[in-house]
């Protein structure tokens, strides 16, 4: 089986100031004495991507943005293109999450059309799927994620997607407290890795990252990376707390 490097990334969704965010920054950055054996991105929101930067520029963490517009530039006020990102020092974005999904309107068609600015600009998508509660419990959860895998990255060619990265979040365990059981989270990512070998072939399916985003914490994050096919988490409310974050890195 192909070594897959694993990735923690952080989501700081909307928290922090800008001193708060810097503080957190560079209490990370002390924490991290030695690289870890996954990368580590975080991304805060965006009027605090250039304030992190100078904070973690020397580090081994990697700077992210949570959302992009697909227009390269233009009169669409309080948007952010990716050349934008990418000056700020951006390496990753997050696209399509849940919140994005359910508090903004976004569509797997948006979500497409985010991941080709993203790839035009030598960002590195992360493309977040998932089901909400009733979905699972309507037993649509396979379906609901094959129509965003497929819709999300259509018209894409196996090379334009190679450092594509997949966060697999469970609507129903984010932010409730509820985790998905490492086995659960296992099936599906296994489910989501063939998905994408039908679709683009074993090579992409073999190397691509697919991360587990749903109430990840320190003590639950050695059991789901223990999984032949967690690759990583995609980490919300733990990654505001430097000490919790660094912990899930050094797992």
């Known amino acids: 089986m192909t070594k897959r490097k694993p990735l923690i990334a952080g989501n700081w969704k909307m928290y922090k100031n800008i001193p708060e965010a810097v503080g957190t920054a560079r209490e990370m950055v002390k924490l991290l004495k030695e690289p870890p054996n996954a990368e580590v991105m975080i991304a805060p929101g965006c009027v605090l991507l250039n304030a992190v930067m100078r904070e973690i520029e020397k580090s081994c963490i990697s700077l992210g943005a ?24 951006c390496k990753y974005v997050i696209i399509g999450h849940s919140e994005r999904r359910q508090y903004f309107a976004e569509t797997d068609r948006n979500v497409n ?8 600009s030598g960002l590195v998508p992360i493309l977040c799927v998932g089901e909400t509660e009733i979905q699972r419990e309507s037993e649509e959860t396979f379906s609901i994620l094959d129509k965003q895998i497929q819709m999300g990255l259509k018209d894409f060619s196996c090379d334009e997607l190679d450092k594509l990265v997949v966060a697999y979040e469970p609507i129903w365990a ?15 990512h296994e489910y989501l890795r063939n998905a994408l070998e039908n679709t683009f072939g074993n090579s992409l399916a073999k190397n ?32 505001l707390n430097a000490d919790t974050f660094i912990r899930i890195v050094s797992f």
Request: avoid cysteine; charged fraction near 20%.
């Open 66 to 89: 949570q959302d992009l517009f697909w227009e390269k530039e233009g009169a669409y006020t309080g948007a952010i293109s990716a050349s934008m990102l990418v000056s700020a020092g």
């Open 113 to 120: 059309l985010k991941i080709r600015a993203a790839i035009d």
């Open 174 to 188: 984010i932010g409730t407290g509820k985790t998905a059981t490492s086995r659960q989270a296992q099936d599906v």
């Open 208 to 239: 691509i990252r697919i991360l587990y985003g749903g109430s990840v914490k320190p003590e639950n994050i050695a059991e789901l990376m223990a999984m032949p096919d967690v690759d990583g988490a995609l980490v919300g409310g733990a990654s």
